[in-house]
């Protein structure tokens, strides 16, 4: 759980609050929160169906709040950043979601990640190329209310 906390948590926070913050408070407050509560609805959805489990502790939600709270949501603040930078949304949003993909591959190999009932890495893929784009759409709405530019 350690390893959980510090690579998932703490280790993408330190390199967001460094790097993003200093440059765009608003970004990272108004992405990084809706960032984690799509990373919550998609993870619960797939312990619920027993497509994976996150180990140390298998059937246990525990494990997961460290990506959902750290990674997931420093990802989307990223995405959003970069998107910003280089106004190339598909492109963006492709990148992001194997960057995510593969670095998931890792965790599987390292046997911190088991999949269930047919699940795959391609699936994966597919299941971070939704949120990606979801936070996407909802950034369009902030830009469009002028929330973010």
Sequence with gaps: MILNITLAFVIPWIVCMLHIFKKDK?????????????????????????????????????????FILGIFSVLGVYSIYFLRKYKRPYFVIFL??????????????????????????GWTFVS?????????????GLKRIKILD
């Design 96 to 121: 992001f979601t194997l960057i995510t993909t593969i670095s998931e591959g890792i965790w599987l190999l390292m046997g911190l990640v088991k999949y269930g009932n047919g699940w795959n890495i």
């Design 26 to 66: 608003r970004l990272v407050l108004t992405i990084s929160s809706f960032s984690s509560v799509v990373g919550f609805t998609v993870n619960e959805i797939g312990e619920y169906f027993g497509f994976w489990s996150v180990s140390p502790f298998d059937k246990s939600h525990l494990p997961t709040i460290p």
């Design 128 to 140: 971070y190329l939704f949120p990606f784009t979801f936070l996407y759409i909802y950034y369009l």
